[in-house]
């Protein structure tokens, strides 16, 4: 079946610890969305990539980076991870369209971050 | 501020009762998505209404767009215990992304 693959599903690390989360995808989507949730909370979009091109929110922290080296890949890095970043990572994909709207995500498991 | 807003925050019933959650948004928009999250899951989507339609069927579920009223709502019909888990409504009033509300978290009792 085609899906969005999330790994590890959880994930420790300790303060200021580098961490990369990955994501892949069998649904051939050329867009990819990283989003942050927390608890009891809407989940907040971080970064999407559109095909190469790399769309990063306005508020999201420098200590967020990602990276896709290919369609059906993509990487959170968090360079110096904070007691604030421990959350769940929601990965998921669409199929870009031309006319500026918006069609269904596809989201992964998630990735439940511990930071101690 | 949040694009989409949802009510009530949290929402109980019995098995086999109806639930209807609420969804409102503040710019005009192309679609609204609702997508459901069980605990600690990812989010699944439930369905999509289009700007120029005013409501939508999916097995148990129904869905109403006010464009007028910027609003929607979402109704789960003869409600299962299975159907416990928070519902998110979503607007892409920004491009190629989507803005969640805060979602509404129900419980069905069985």
């Known amino acids: 079946d085609a899906m969005v693959i999330q790994n590890p599903r959880y994930q420790v690390t300790q303060f200021g610890k580098p961490v990369t989360l990955s994501c892949s995808q069998t649904?051939?989507?050329?867009?990819m969305y990283w989003y942050q949730q927390k608890s009891s909370q809407a989940p907040k979009l971080l970064f999407h990539?559109?095909?190469?091109?790399?769309?990063n929110e306005a508020d999201t922290p420098d200590n967020f980076q990602s990276r896709r080296p290919n369609t059906s890949f993509c990487f959170l890095d968090i360079r110096s991870p904070g007691l604030g970043d421990a959350a769940m990572y929601l990965c998921?994909?669409?199929?870009?369209?031309?006319?500026?709207?918006?069609?269904?995500?596809?989201f992964g498991p998630g990735t439940r971050l511990l930071v101690l | 501020s949040q694009q989409g807003e949802e009510d009530p925050q949290a929402l109980s019933i019995q098995e086999g009762e109806n639930a209807t959650m609420n969804c409102s948004y503040k710019?005009?928009?192309?679609?609204l998505q609702w997508y459901r999250q069980n605990s600690g899951r990812g989010l699944v989507h439930l369905i999509l209404?289009?700007?120029?339609?005013r409501e939508k069927h999916s097995g148990r579920l129904r869905v109403t767009l006010d464009t007028s009223k910027k609003s929607s709502s979402l109704l789960i019909t003869a409600s299962r215990a299975a159907d416990t888990a928070s519902y998110f409504c979503?607007?892409?009033?920004?491009?190629?992304?989507?803005?969640f509300g805060e979602g509404t978290q129900l419980t069905v009792n069985p």
């Open positions: 209404i289009r700007s120029n339609e």
């Open positions: 649904l051939n989507h050329n867009v």
């Open positions: 998921a994909t669409s199929r870009g369209t031309s006319g500026g709207y918006q069609e269904t995500q596809y």
């Open positions: 710019t005009s928009i192309n679609n």
């Open positions: 979503a607007t892409d009033a920004r491009g190629s992304r989507l803005t």
């Open positions: 990539y559109y095909d190469k091109d790399f769309n």
